[in-house]
């Protein structure tokens, strides 16, 4: 490896292992983060996956798999339980310098035997590992005690195999696509939508060569199968698959998530990036295509692929089914805009230009870390949750307004032996007796304006007032 590539992979890599795993524990666990635990700490393997498939329907149990042997290691804290996020999270950056590489490896055409310039890929690989280091979104998600960091991982080295064994075709790399397609499906069905864009890809190469007088080889066919074998290997998995998506549609799963409007494809990358960040990353993106189009087609048309299908179907199943533009849901594609940023960086002609471009996109994403950081963004269930025990000391019951995780956050803050006395109020609709008759509330304050005074009329004695949290009591 050239020792400038190097040099900068090992920044990405430390780097981005820092912002990843500081203040770890500093904010409080979020309802989905709660989910999680509560899934993984069952008693057994078999527990975890009854319970997943009832809080998480349509997708398969391997993050809270993982999390739970890793909470039998390192406990059920909020450092312990979001280190394996921040792990997955470091993996993803080594993976992203495999994924660029092989892809800027990748022969101009299927039958050249020519070498691609290894060079230039190293180097666009480590900018793009070094990107992706930096990245607020990936930084947030690996930080979060969920499983959309191991699905990036899963989704990273499978795409790298993929490429691999396009140009090599080694056994190895076939057999290795088809496990990790498996895997990253078992983490989330939604990393589908990056087979579905290979496949694409694929599609066009195949039109590409036939139109040129000449068909894939056998390596890229073996490419392909190697990712339906992985989907095969799903195959006794799949009636619980859709009869869990089903459940899910029909209780409403999904209603929390805003219908999308056309536009938000686009608005993704920019509100997920920052304005000044999107910016610089649009023209350097911008860039590297029009520069390196030539002699870089292949390739970039593979990112342009990775980077626009997900969240177009995502746009066109909120449309035709039930909303799912999320964009945690979308994270590879953003792995795909940051390669086509690293590609706009290497194409500036001279080396002092490249690290002009590549020193200012840093400042402006380690700015706009440091901007989000200096404010706590989490809700303070741990203080209202102490204070109401103070309250209504046991056996007293106490309300916990349901209302974006609100409740389960007060779980896991309350201790053991007072988790019986919490009980859920709905956010609308007539108390049940039982309810009416509870003196202390957990009110969380970012609900509904209408609901919100509907519940401090019915407590209006103010305990205590913390971050989005209120405790009442009549």
Do not use: C
Request: no cysteine; net charge positive; hydrophobic share 55%.
């Amino acid at each position: 490896m050239r020792i400038e590539a190097a040099l900068i992979l090992a920044l990405a890599i430390v780097l981005g292992g820092f912002l990843r795993f500081v203040h770890l524990g500093v904010a409080e666990l979020t309802g989905d983060e709660v989910n999680s635990w509560v899934t993984a700490s069952a008693p057994s393997l078999a527990g975890v996956i009854q319970a997943h498939q009832q809080v998480n329907p349509g997708t398969l149990a391997l993050h809270d798999l993982l999390l739970h042997m890793w909470i039998l290691m390192f406990g059920g804290g909020e450092t312990a339980l979001r280190s394996l996020s921040a792990l997955f999270g470091v993996a993803a950056i080594a993976l992203v310098f495999f994924v660029t590489y092989e892809l800027l490896m990748l022969p101009a055409s299927i039958g050249d035997a020519r070498e691609a310039d290894g060079s230039t890929a190293q180097t666009v690989a480590a900018f793009s590992a070094l990107i992706t280091a930096m990245s607020l979104l990936m930084i947030n998600s690996s930080r979060e005690a969920r499983m959309y960091p191991v699905m990036l991982a899963m989704v990273m080295a499978q795409a790298g195999f993929f490429l691999r064994a396009m140009r090599r075709g080694g056994w190895l790399d076939f057999a290795a696509i088809a496990v990790f397609t498996a895997l990253t499906v078992a983490a989330n069905f939604t990393a589908a939508f990056v087979f579905a864009a290979e496949g694409v890809w694929f599609g066009w190469r195949l039109i590409a060569e036939w139109r040129n007088g000449r068909g894939l080889d056998a390596r890229a066919w073996r490419a392909a199968f190697g990712v339906l074998a992985g989907l095969a290997i799903l195959a006794p998995f799949a009636s619980i698959i859709a009869s869990q998506l089903g459940r899910g549609m029909t209780r409403g799963t999904w209603t929390w998530i805003v219908p999308p409007k056309a536009i938000d494809p686009i608005q993704t990358f920019e509100s997920a990036s920052g304005g000044w960040v999107f910016a610089l990353l649009a023209a350097l993106a911008v860039w590297g295509v029009f520069t390196r189009w030539r002699q870089r087609r292949e390739q970039i048309v593979f990112a342009l692929i990775v980077m626009w299908l997900p969240p177009l179907a995502q746009l066109a199943i909120s449309y035709l089914f039930v909303p799912m533009d999320v964009t945690r849901y979308v994270l590879p594609s953003f792995i795909a805009f940051y390669i086509l940023a690293a590609l706009g960086i290497a194409a500036l002609r001279s080396v002092q230009a490249r690290g002009v471009a590549a020193a200012l996109l840093a400042l402006a994403m380690l700015a706009h870390i440091y901007r989000y950081d200096s404010k706590p963004r989490d809700r303070a269930f741990r203080e209202a949750v102490a204070l109401a025990i103070k309250v209504a000391p046991g056996p007293t019951p106490i309300g916990v307004v349901s209302w974006d995780g609100s409740n389960r956050s007060a779980f896991y803050y309350a201790p053991a032996d007072r988790r019986a006395d919490l009980v859920r109020l709905p956010e609308g609709g007539e108390l049940t007796p039982a309810a009416a008759q509870i003196q202390t509330v957990i009110l969380p304050t970012y609900m509904r304006p209408d609901e919100l005074a509907r519940y401090r009329t019915l407590f209006p004695r103010v305990e205590g007032t913390f971050r989005m949290v209120e405790v009442r009591s009549r």
